[in-house]
């Protein structure tokens, strides 16, 4: 295990992982959470009193100094016109206060993504405005590891319904192409690519994904999820209105992409997301029910040794009442270790750390 790992989890008060604790409704004024394997991590971001009466769609960075980084949405209710992105930095047990890092007008703000570009420049894309068929995409960029920020400017000047990371993190091709994991939300629901050659100056949309529309009951596939499993091979796994996360693959590094199909993974209508980590394993957080509009409790990472062939559950990271919340997970990876972080009943974010090995090891457990 590596040392700054476990240091962090001498620290760290542990939380049964997959226990099924009611949770309470009111946070804890601590911001570590017990959990029931040491060799997992959880806590939250910032402490009660926060700034803001709701919270959801966090966004989380691993920086090259050792930090965390982590953003989302606050306010007093999603879409209200006071809601702003909210950043907080640090590490577990000694995070920043949150500061409100991005709010460009009276307008509602949405989905922070955090994305670190090769050179090292932090790039904070979100969204701005009342409904999302009228959402823009704004970008601010960081070269100081969030010490400052520059003025923030749309991505794609006078587009309406959201270009480039809706929801999830862009990914670096072994090409060197930027991807982005975008959907339209207007009627009925779209997703689709959106693709930079030139370090995210400009993008390209790639075509929607085709869907069978006959077979669907609901609105559509929104904010998908992405890694390349070889050169030019590019994969997508998508939040649906089916009770099911659909996938869709591409040839030829993301131009052009296959219909979209059921993964076999359950989904009631919540985001999602995955991180790739060096051996080409994958971790999925998802949560694990197949109504639309279903209960996003609990929250769950499976894991996937065979290009997302197959998705063994392994465990709960956080789990309660059927009308908890615990949903929009964001996850990262830096060597084998992989970092989530989350909505916890919009009163808070929160966040868990494991390694690859533990993960592992918890599977072997469930057998």
Known sequence: MPVKLFAVLCICILYACSGGQQQSETINKNTEMPAADSSFVKGYFFKEPAPFAECHASTILHLQNGEFMAAWFG??????????????????????????????????????????????????????????????????????????????????????????????????????????????????????????????????AAPYIALNRKEFKGKGVIQPTLWESAPGKV?????????????????????????????????PNSGIDLTKLPDGTLVLAYNPDTTNWGSRSPLSLAISFDNGVTWPKILDIDSGDKKDEF???????????????????????????GTKDALIKAAKNRQ
């Open 75 to 204: 306010g007093q209710k999603e879409g209200t016109d006071d809601v702003g992105i909210w950043l907080v930095k640090g590490n577990p047990g000694n995070w920043s206060q949150p500061v409100e890092v991005a709010k460009i007008r009276e307008d509602a703000h949405w989905n922070p993504v955090l994305f670190q570009a090769p050179d090292g420049k932090i790039l904070l894309y979100f969204k701005v405005g009342k409904k999302i068929p009228s959402w823009e995409t704004w970008i601010k960029t960081s070269d100081d590891n969030g010490q400052t920020w520059s003025e923030a400017t749309e991505m794609v000047k006078g587009d309406k319904g959201g270009r480039g990371p809706v929801r999830n993190k862009p990914i670096v091709t072994s090409g060197g192409l930027w991807i982005a994991g975008a959907s339209h939300e207007e009627g009925k629901w779209d997703a689709f690519a959106d693709i930079s050659t030139n370090q995210g100056k400009t993008w390209t």
């Open 327 to 353: 949903s929009y997970p964001a996850v990262i990876s830096y060597g084998d270790t992989v970092a989530v972080s989350y909505t916890w009943n919009r009163k808070n974010i929160a966040y868990w750390i």
């Open 235 to 267: 994969h997508m796994l998508l939040r649906s209105s089916e009770g099911a996360i659909y996938r869709s693959d591409s040839e030829d590094g993301g131009k052009t992409w296959s219909a979209g199909y059921k993964s076999g993974l359950p989904n």
